[in-house]
T-cell receptor, first 117, second 116 residues
Framework: DTAVSQTPKYLVTQMGNDKSIKCEQN?????MYWYKQDSKKFLKIMFS???????INETVPNRFSPKSPDKAHLNLHINSLELGDSAVYFC????????????????FGPGTRLLVL | AQTVTQSQPEMSVQEAETVTLSCTYD???????LFWYKQPPSRQMILVIR??????QNATENRFSVNFQKAAKSFSLKISDSQLGDTAMYFC?????????????FGAGTRLTVKP
């Protein structure tokens, strides 16, 4: 009955490979996000989607491509992995976009630790 | 762009005592949300408390309360009766409501250790 789930939890791969991280939420939320947490624990937003529409697209390399097949899923595909991509990637969701009604609060998945060798 | 500053990289507190974690932010907006998230060693990000900027009353959740000073742009978290399970990284976050995109920015975090 996990609210926001991510697979895999751990991912170890070689430089140059392509990998995907999947995220699913069963909360009925409209909005989903991807964050990156670096080795110093700093959290930064990468992307957000609302009802499958891209809303936030921060300055990340275009090797990172989010895909939202439906509003309950937001997957992250990473091409040509580099050493600097090693981090923990968090998926999150919120009921909807901000209208000041308290529906903006974000709930996080357990994170995926990616290690690029 | 909004910035969030947590000036205490690490703090410690004795079990059952009270500790306050600091957070300041910079914004020109009048309407926004502020959050504290907790990240224990399990790595899970857990929402601790939320404050709406238009509310003057400070938010509380059981042993957790905030001191929201809008004019000073300060948003500190007070943990009362600290428990060993409170040991975690604590992140302060600012969410702008200007562009209707739930853009949330985090501080660098404070590592809190509760000592027995």
């Amino acid at each position: 009955d996990t609210a926001v789930s991510q697979t895999p939890k751990y991912l170890v791969t070689q430089m140059g490979n392509d990998k995907s991280i999947k995220c699913e939420q069963n909360l009925g939320h409209d909005t989903m996000y991807w964050y990156k947490q670096d080795s110093k624990k700093f959290l930064k937003i990468m992307f957000s989607y609302n009802n499958k529409e891209l809303i936030i697209n921060e300055t990340v390399p275009n090797r990172f491509s989010p895909k939202s097949p439906d509003k309950a899923h937001l997957n992250l595909h990473i091409n040509s992995l580099e050493l600097g991509d090693s981090a923990v990637y968090f998926c999150a969701s919120s009921p909807s976009l901000g209208r000041g009604l308290g529906t903006e609060t974000q709930y996080f998945g357990p994170g995926t630790r990616l290690l690029v060798l | 762009a909004q910035t969030v500053t947590q000036s205490q990289p690490e703090m410690s507190v004795q079990e059952a005592e009270t500790v306050t974690l600091s957070c300041t932010y910079d914004t020109s907006e009048n309407n926004y949300y502020l959050f504290w998230y907790k990240q224990p060693p399990s790595r899970q990000m857990i929402l601790v408390i939320r404050q709406e900027a238009y509310k003057q009353q400070n938010a509380t959740e059981n042993r957790f309360s905030v001191n929201f000073q809008k004019a000073a742009k300060s948003f500190s978290l007070k943990i009362s009766d600290s428990q060993l399970g409170d040991t975690a990284m604590y992140f302060c976050a600012f969410m702008s409501l200007r562009y209707n995109n739930n853009d949330m920015r985090f501080g660098a975090g404070t590592r809190l250790t509760v000592k027995p």
